[in-house]
T-cell receptor, first 110, second 114 residues
Framework: QKEVEQNSGPLSVPEGAIASLNCTYS??????FFWYRQYSGKSPELIMS????GDKEDGRFTAQLNKASQYVSLLIRDSQPSDSATYLC??????????FGTGTRLLVSP | GAVVSQHPSWVICKSGTSVKIECRSL??????MFWYRQFPKQSLMLMAT?????????EQGVEKDKFLINHASLTLSTLTVTSAHPEDSSFYIC??????????FGPGTRLTVT
C-alpha cells in the first residue's frame, strides 16, 4: 500500500464548477497535510496547509481533513481554466520530510 | 510569502564535468532544505535532506559521492552533481522548510548533460 494515494485523473470539470480532489494516507501518526499545485514544466507551489480535523478555507480553495478516516481533500470553487494543473497531496509523518502522492491532473474546460 | 530561489534555472554541461546548483531562502531562515529530482511526467523524487551545519541525509539509492550537498548557512544550500552523465539530465528542485513545517519550492534547475 502506498503511503499517500491520489487518483491520477485526469479529472475534468467545466469552468465555474467545483473540483474535488481527494487523497488518502496510511500513517495514522501523520501530523501535517499540504496541497501543492504544479503546472507542467514548473516546480510545485504550496496552496494550502491543514493541521487539524475540519475545513480550512482560503479564497476559492477549501481543504478538508478527517484523521479518523485518514482522508484529506481539496475543493476548488468556481474552477477556472488557469486551475488546470497537477495537484499534489503531501503528508508529514513526524520526520521532517514530506511524502507526496503521485498527483491528480485537473483539466478545467472553458 | 516565503520565497525560494534557485540558480541557475537551466544548465547544459558536457559528460564528465561537475555542475553546482544553488538554493536560497530569500525571506526566511531555513534550518532544513530538501533536494528533489523529477523526470518528465513522473513524480517528485526526494534525493536528500539538507540540515544547516551537518551532513545531508540521502535517500536510499542516491549516491552521496555523486550528489554533493552543502548547507553552509541558514539561507543557502548547494547541490553539486559530480562527473555528470546523460542519465543525470533531469529537473532538480530544492525546497526550504519554515518553522511551521511548510515546504516552499524553488523554481527548479533543468540540467542537460551532453
Amino acid at each position: 500500500q502506498k503511503e499517500v494515494e491520489q487518483n491520477s485523473g485526469p479529472l475534468s470539470v467545466p469552468e465555474g464548477a467545483i473540483a474535488s480532489l481527494n487523497c488518502t494516507y496510511s500513517d495514522r501518526g501523520s501530523q501535517s497535510f499540504f496541497w501543492y499545485r504544479q503546472y507542467s514544466g514548473k516546480s510545485p507551489e504550496l496552496i494550502m496547509s491543514i493541521y487539524s480535523n475540519g475545513d480550512k478555507e482560503d479564497g476559492r480553495f477549501t481543504a478538508q481533513l478527517n484523521k479518523a478516516s485518514q482522508y484529506v481533500s481539496l475543493l476548488i470553487r468556481d474552477s477556472q481554466p488557469s486551475d488546470s494543473a497537477t495537484y499534489l497531496c503531501a503528508v508529514r509523518t513526524g520526520f521532517q520530510k514530506l511524502v507526496f502522492g503521485t498527483g491528480t491532473r485537473l483539466l478545467v474546460s472553458p | 510569502g516565503a520565497v525560494v530561489s534557485q540558480h541557475p534555472s537551466w544548465v547544459i554541461c558536457k559528460s564528465g564535468t561537475s555542475v553546482k546548483i544553488e538554493c536560497r531562502s530569500l525571506d526566511f531562515q531555513a534550518t532544513t532544505m530538501f533536494w528533489y529530482r523529477q523526470f518528465p511526467k513522473q513524480s517528485l523524487m526526494l534525493m536528500a535532506t539538507s540540515n544547516e551545519g551537518s551532513k545531508a541525509t540521502y535517500e536510499q539509492g542516491v549516491e552521496k559521492d555523486k550528489f554533493l550537498i552543502n548547507h553552509a548557512s541558514l539561507t543557502l544550500s548547494t547541490l553539486t552533481v559530480t562527473s555528470a552523465h546523460p542519465e543525470d539530465s533531469s529537473f532538480y528542485i530544492c525546497s526550504a522548510m519554515t518553522d511551521s513545517y511548510e515546504q516552499y519550492f524553488g523554481p527548479g534547475t533543468r540540467l542537460t548533460v551532453t
